[in-house]
C-alpha cells in the first residue's frame, strides 16, 4: 500500500507561480512512477505530467508543457509540481498519484484509472 500526502495547494495570484509537493510512503516497490492530475468541478479528472523513478523520464500532457514542471526528490520520495505564469484555468484540486513497478507512460495521462494510488489532493485557487 502506497501513502500520498499533497501540501502547497492554496491561493495564488494570476500571473504567479506555485509548487505543489507530495510526500509517498509505504510500499513503493522496486521502481515507480508518480505523477500530477488535476479536476475541475464537473468535469473530468485531467493529467497533467508524470515521471519515472528509475531513469528520471518525463512524460507531460502537450497542452501543460510550457508552464508546467514535475520533479521527483528519490531520496525524501517527493514528487513536486511548479505551476509557473498561473492563470485562472489552473484553478482545480490537484492531485497526486503513484504507480508501482511501472513506468511513466504518456497514455496514462488520459487514463486516470491507471493509477491505484491517489492522494486528496490539494486546492488551487487562483485570484486576479
Known amino acids: 500500500q502506497v501513502h500520498l500526502q499533497e501540501s502547497g495547494g492554496g491561493s495564488v495570484q494570476s500571473g504567479g507561480s506555485m509548487r505543489l509537493s507530495c510526500v509517498a510512503s509505504?510500499?513503493?516497490?522496486?521502481?515507480?512512477?508518480m505523477g500530477w492530475f488535476r479536476q475541475v468541478p464537473g468535469k473530468e479528472r485531467e493529467g497533467i505530467a508524470c515521471i519515472d523513478d528509475d531513469n528520471g523520464g518525463e512524460r507531460y500532457k502537450e497542452s501543460m508543457k510550457e508552464r508546467f514542471t514535475i520533479s521527483l526528490d528519490r531520496a525524501k520520495t517527493t514528487l513536486y509540481l511548479q505551476i509557473d505564469r498561473v492563470n485562472s484555468d489552473d484553478a482545480a484540486v490537484y492531485y497526486c498519484v503513484a504507480l508501482v513497478n511501472d513506468h511513466c507512460y504518456l497514455a496514462h495521462l488520459s487514463q486516470p484509472s491507471k493509477y491505484p494510488f491517489w492522494g486528496q489532493g490539494t486546492q488551487v485557487l487562483v485570484s486576479s
Open positions: 509505504g510500499s513503493i516497490g522496486d521502481y515507480y512512477s
